[in-house]
């Protein structure tokens, strides 16, 4: 993580909404995250929970309806923004999807496929210039210049994903939104892909938003974890915070239900389960509070109370154990 | 693992080769393997192994351009790699061995109520009246864990979430209480708190209607809590085969190390998670040696040369790698799986936390 706080991405109340009247569904709300340059951040929560529509709003693909979201000092969800920045907002802020099967042109060979986007730019002096950076780009995933001229039914899912890496770090971005960037791999496939994202933020100070549901995966790869459900952030905390001292219900359920690869401790393991209707929030309206330096969670008085007794709790016996 | 081992599936040197534009591909490479009555098998492989293939052969599934070119497969006195045409395997695809696929969205009907898709199988198979249909698929429902089953009965897939839609899935095949439930990766599709769940749930009718499993995956760490025994698979072959606890702690074969070692818990924060290097051999290819020589950093010359035997590490643990013949080099697992159980150990005291009382917010099941 760097060590000065560089604020490159600041989303504030957002809220996004589908239809409207009757019909408007709340698919987000309250958001409210710093992401820091050069550090991976990690939104995790189940399907459905609204993680992917805060990543496509980051992008403008989907319209927010409340709330700003500041890129670099500038607000980057209105209309007003100019076509210029609008444009740079567009180079700078690139994904990773899902799926690589379902992610490129069939059509289109992989040299087109990760040009587009500096043939869009006019980011090449001439012909000899975008071949020397696409085939750069192409080594720098681990694939052969020769793979240049090939469609993407030739290569396998984890090649895939490569070729969607290069596409999007081409365009020297200073943002990535990697939406669940390895679920669709096999597990030695993931540790590649996973090592080559690692190396491209140590070579060019990158900043990821990773969208996951896996949080073992999470663990090994984020600096500071934010888990939402049901469009609501429940929890943000650094990593091993989190781990150690997850506060909100759900975040213990969620975290009880990774698989531990040890059969021993597997077969002890309890499973727990989220009832949301445990909260009373009628009358003490919930909010999202600093209950530790850098650890939020959603929760009303009562609850916040209680927070702190336990993390005072575990502080006391943390200073035991030493 | 149960007492009595007596073998339900018996399945021996058995190779399956599929016809692709001319070429053959062989896709299993004479396996060998017996199913225990009411155990979990795990099966664990990457993409392409094999091993959703080879349990297709066990309800006579393969595609069209597919089939069985060498070995048997017996099952409760039948031959079942003898059977060709359908009508051959009434009565036991779906009836005595039934499979759970991994995609909950496309293995039910979109057009069928839920309960409809039930009872149909129940019909079927117990020649039962509609009406009784009805009452074992609505008991079946509330089995497998759907609230308010009676009033779910009459909707259709598109309302039903993808947990819930699996949990549909198993209710149709465990309608006709089959002996031997095959579950191809089952939750691969679904989050992980559903995953949890589902798991919880398969464990639990098992112990109710005493059927056998056999589990597909490709994550070791789903198996950890579910399998009794593992049988890994490397390109068409099993390589290894034991107990949950000799796979986990005393791996022997390079391939298993390497599988276990790129578990992400592994890992430390920051630093390069293990991959194994290269890819998995082309099928259509013979293969010299053993399979898994060109990215093993511990292959001797002779991996190139000769196929393994298959290796006795103690009664219910085989390994099919040189490493184990006497004349071997005597070589440790990688210091990274050494000690797998201490090191969760430590990270689980870590996490202990998790545990300490909660005021009644978070329920604990089971």
Known sequence: MSSNKDVLLSLKDLEISFGEGKNKFVAVKDVNFDIYRGETFALVGESGSGKTTIGRSILGITPTSKGDIVFNGKKINSNKLNA????????????????????????????????????????????????????????SVGLLPEHLYRYPHEFSGGQRQRIGIARALIMEP????????????????????LNLLKKFQREDNLTYLFIAHDLSVVRFISDRIA???????????????????????????????????????????????????????????????????????WANGEEEAYYHAVLQEMHKKEVENN | MTETTKNILDVKDLSVGFQVRGRQLKAIRNVSLQLHDQETLAIVGESGSGKSVLTKTF?????????ITHGTIDYDGKRLS???????????????????????????DPIKTIGSQIAEVVVKHQKKSKAEAKKIAIDLMARTGIPNAAARYNEYPFEYSGGMRQRIVIAIALACHPKVLICDEPTTALDVTIQAQILELIKELQKEYKFTTIFITHDLGVVASIADRIAVMY?????????????????????????????????????????????????YKDIKGDAFAPRNPYAMKIDFEE????????????????????????????????????????????????????????????
């Open chain 2, 307 to 366: 196929e393994p035997p298959m290796f006795k590490v103690s009664d219910t643990h085989y390994a099919k790698t040189w490493l184990l013949d006497p004349r071997a080099p005597k070589v440790d697992k990688p210091s990274l799986i050494q000690d797998l159980h201490k090191r969760f150990l430590e990270m689980q005291d870590q996490q202990s936390t998790m545990d300490f009382e909660m005021g009644g917010d978070a329920v604990v099941i089971k």
């Open chain 2, 59 to 67: 309800t006579g599934m393969l595609e069209s351009n597919g089939a």
């Open chain 1, 174 to 193: 200073e943002l990535i939104v990697a939406d669940e960037p390895i679920s669709a791999l096999d597990v030695s496939i993931r540790a590649q892909v």
């Open chain 1, 227 to 297: 888990v939402i459900h049901n469009g609501q952030i429940l929890e943000l905390a650094e990593t091993e915070e989190l781990f150690t001292n997850p506060l909100h219900p759900y975040t213990k359920a969620l975290l009880s239900a990774v698989p531990i690869p040890d059969p021993e401790l597997a077969r002890q393991k309890k499973l727990l389960v989220y009832d949301i209707n445990a909260h009373h929030y009628e009358t003490d309206k919930p909010k999202f509070v600093e209950v530790k330096p850098g650890h939020f969670v």
């Open chain 2, 82 to 108: 003898d059977l060709k045409k359908d009508k051959e395997w009434i009565g036991i695809r779906g009836k005595e061995i039934a499979t759970i696929f991994q995609d909950p969205m496309t293995s039910l």
């Open chain 1, 84 to 139: 210029e920045d609008r444009k740079e907002v567009t180079r700078k802020i690139q994904m990773i999807f899902q799926d690589p099967q379902a992610s490129l042109n069939e059509r289109a060979t992989i040299d087109y496929i990760i040009s587009e986007g500096l043939i869009n730019f006019h980011l090449f002096k001439n012909e000899k210039d975008r071949l020397e950076k696409v085939t750069n780009m192409i080594e």
């Open chain 2, 235 to 283: 390109s068409g072959e099993i390589i290894e085969v034991g107990t949950c606890d000799e796979i986990f702690y005393n791996p022997r074969h390079p391939y298993t190390w390497s599988l276990l070692s790129s578990l992400p818990q592994l890992a430390a924060r920051g630093g390069e998670l293990y991959s194994i290097p290269g890819t998995p051999p082309s099928l």
